[in-house]
Structure formats: C-alpha cells, structure tokens
C-alpha cells in the first residue's frame, strides 16, 4: 500500500518518534514540516494522503492549519496529535475537519489502531513488538534533536495535562504556547518573561525535588488580572484567609502539581514539591525573583497559560539547578533511546 505522510511538529523530537511510531510499510513516503506555514506549503506542492499534526507551535497553529486545508480544499486526511487534551481543543479540531485526535505521547500501538480503525491499514493488521523496525527506522532523513528540544517536549506534553485541569476548574480555554528553555544565569530570567519590566507582578513559590532533580517552581501573574480573577471566581470560592494569595495559590498548586506530574510520567522519575510560599503583590519581576546578584547557571523553563474568557495570563518557571541537568539529560535518553548530546546554550 503506497501513502504520502507529513509529520508536522515545532519539535524535532516528536517528529522523529511518531515516524518510529508508524507501522512497518516500507511503501509509505514520510516528509516532515517544523511549523505550520511549512506545512502549508508543502501541501500546496505536493499530494499528501495523511497528515499527522501538532497543535500548539509558534505561527500558524494546528488550528490555523486544519482551517486552511477546509479553505483550500486539499484533501489529506488528518490526525491531530497533541499534548493539548482540553475536550475543547478536541471538538474544535474535529470540528475543523480533523479525521480523530491522538494525545502525545504516541506510540506504534495507539498509532496503528487508530489507522485500523479508519481503514488505512487492513482490519487484520497487527502491530508488530516495538523492537521490530519501523516505516522509518533506518531513514538518514529522520530528525534529529537536542536537549533543548527534548525537554520542551517533555514539558508541552506535561503542560497540556495542567491546562486541561485549568480549563475544567475555570470553565474556559486555555491557551498553551510552546515552552520556553533558555540554560542562563539566574539575574537573566526576568528578561524571558512576556511582560513589560514596569507591569507589577504578583508571585509565589514552591520547591521540588526528585532523584538527582532539585528545583524550584514560580508563578507570575500581573497583579491586576489576578485581582480581575478573584472576582470572576467570587470571594467565596476561594477558602483563604486572603482571597487574592488564596487565588494565586490554587493556580499555582494545580499548575505545577499537575506539570510535574506530567513530566514524572514520562520521565519516570518522581517529584514532591512543597507548599507554596507568596513571593510579594504588586512588584516587579526582578524584585519577586531576587535575581540582581546571582550569577549561578540554571535551566529554566517557561511556560506561558493564557485564559479565553477572563483574558488573564499566567507564568508558570520552572528552574532546574545546573547540577540537575545531567539526570534529565538521561532520563530523557531513555525515552527518546538514541540521545546523546550535550545541553544547547
């Protein structure tokens, strides 16, 4: 059986284990887009019979795309792949004419059922063990990826889960950019956030730890729209003794339990992490952070949510110690079992 697939994903990672995900049928072509726009281009050149799509990617979203492909009518069946599992983000995809929705991690099981169920491969197709070769195993053109690529991955995936749990106790979507990861100097990370230096900030904190991990997890949110979210939830929704810190802390809670939690499941590496201690309202972000002076490398991840309806954001950083990386850097080659490489800069 000849098929055309594209495999679009911002992350090289997740391009290159869903293509070793795929079914043993050395018939198959596999191209692959790293955003949206390349994808659309690629489709606009070129006849694809299946396209498999990430949803949350810089530029053109999934979104974006699924609306382009109805507009100009191009055919391709398609299977959103994402760690975006918000039953919201579900229906609007099939909404928009994708052909069913497969949250990450995809593996060669779930993969091959799905193609089964819609008949791309035969009703008696059995997946074979996941040691057997792939469509692509062998292929030179396989992405390859960094550190930096991996855990971003990891984190999208990771994320997905807390913005679903955030969009179930707010009643509203929830946007999910891709993660952020700079390996920086702590004074330096007030200037990736997405606010100006001058918004004021509200903040707290909790410390986490797991084997070989140690690390520390704030949320940001600019101090006037956590007081718009207050109000939305209602005082008496929020059982604290101060409902502006008891809002924070709820968020703050849900977002980092359920992240790391994400991340532990894929990593297999178990987290606990402490209550959370308020950094301060209405400061600035080098202030809340108390960064001026220190030097020390860490690796930071930053995770932007952004509520639909309030319109309010939030900053979910992770910072990982410099002596922790070495542990994430093998557990993430355990998972992705070929990654060798040191951390980007």
Known sequence: ????????DDSAMARRLL???????????????????AALDFLSEHSVDLLFLDLNMPGLTGFDVLAEIRKQDYGCMT???????????????????AMDFVRKPANRDIISKVLTTYGILPGDYQPA???????????????????????????NVAMGEAGSYLSDMLGTFVGLPVPKVVNA??????????????????????GFKGRGVAGEGVLLMPTKELEA???????????????????????????????????????DLPFNHSFPVLLGHRRKAVDLLNCQNKAETVLGIGINYRLQEPPISC???????????????????????????????
């Open 19 to 37: 293509a070793r995900s795929l079914p043993e049928m050395p018939s198959w072509t596999i191209n692959y887009a790293e955003n949206g726009e």
């Open 229 to 267: 979210l207050k109000d939305w939830l209602g005082v008496d929704q929020v059982p604290s003794r101060d409902p502006l810190t008891g809002t924070l802390d709820d968020v703050s809670e849900l977002l980092l339990g359920a992240c790391l939690s994400g991340i532990s499941q894929q990593l």
């Open 129 to 155: 063990s996941a040691d057997s070769p792939s469509v692509s195993a062998g292929n030179e053109r396989l992405p390859v990826f960094d550190f930096s690529d991996a855990i971003r991955e990891v984190v």
């Open 79 to 97: 299977i959103v792949v994402s760690g975006d599992v918000q039953e919201t983000a579900r229906e609007r995809v099939i909404g928009l004419g």
């Open 185 to 206: 100097p702590f004074y330096s990370l007030p200037d990736s956030l997405p606010w100006d230096d001058d918004i004021e900030l509200s903040a707290t904190s909790h």
């Open 1 to 8: 059986m000849s098929l055309s697939v594209l495999i679009c």
């Open 315 to 345: 900053y979910l950083q992770l910072l990982v110690t410099e002596e922790s990386i070495g542990t994430l850097v093998s557990r993430v080659a355990i998972i992705s079992e070929e990654l060798k490489v040191e951390v980007s800069q």
